[in-house]
């Protein structure tokens, strides 16, 4: 079936640096999304990216669509305390649009 | 507006027992999900409904899960003869719109079985 891979699956970031998670799929997607869990919280819609190459920014979140539609990234600067939790992307492949998650990108912010 | 909810937010069970878990969708949406997240890991999905459809079960792990949706709101997971490897959060989340729509996820069930 349809995989989405996230990778790293865990990250230490020092507060105040930059990271960034991907997403990567095996097929083409029609489209991207992201989402956000805090600890003992639930997932939290982010953003979502349709267009081949699109590139949108939420603050200091920017998140990027490849060319080819497989791969999407999520780059954070300045990391602060309050970007610790687990990132997730779900892929959606076109004619069978049930998103399919990836298994999460899991940070933790050092102060 | 209200967001998707669920009950109970926790559930502690004997093995062998049967539980019940609740979700109440946004007024409104027609696709509903479950998913179980155990402890640090990702999402499992288990089953989705999407209007009058038939559900698409592909998820579910075993027989002695089930779901059902009533009346296009209200849905009810179903565990049968809980194992203790039962044991996990489980998220129901609704959408507005068929996939790969928004998906607005509940506070979650945190599932224990003894």
């Known amino acids: 079936g349809q995989q989405v891979m996230q990778i790293p699956q865990y990250q230490h970031v020092q507060e105040g640096e930059d990271f960034t998670t991907y997403c990567n799929s095996s097929?083409?997607?029609?489209?991207i999304q992201w989402y956000k869990q805090r600890p003992g919280g639930h997932p939290v819609f982010l953003i979502q990216?349709?267009?081949?190459?699109e590139v949108k920014k939420q603050k200091r979140l920017t998140f990027q669509f490849g060319e080819a539609k497989k791969n999407s990234s999520l780059h954070i600067t300045a990391t602060q305390t309050t970007d610790v939790g687990t990132y997730f992307c779900a892929g959606a492949v076109r004619g069978n649009n049930r998103l399919a998650f990836g298994k999460g990108n899991q940070v933790v912010v050092i102060p | 507006g209200a967001g998707v909810s669920q009950s109970p937010s926790n559930k502690v069970t004997e093995k062998g027992k049967d539980v019940e878990l609740r979700c109440d969708p946004i007024?409104?949406?027609?696709?509903l999900y479950w998913y179980r997240q155990s402890l640090g890991q990702g999402l499992e999905f288990l089953i989705y409904f999407q209007g009058n459809s038939a559900p698409d079960k592909s998820g579910l792990p075993s027989d002695r899960f089930s779901a059902e949706r009533t009346g296009g709101s209200v849905s009810t997971l179903t565990i049968q003869r809980t194992q203790q490897e039962d044991s996990a959060v489980y998220l129901c989340a609704s959408s507005r719109l068929a996939p790969p729509d928004t998906q607005y996820f509940g506070p979650g069930t945190r599932l224990t079985v003894l």
């Open positions: 097929t083409t997607l029609s489209n």
């Open positions: 990216l349709v267009k081949s190459g």
């Open positions: 007024s409104g949406h027609t696709a």
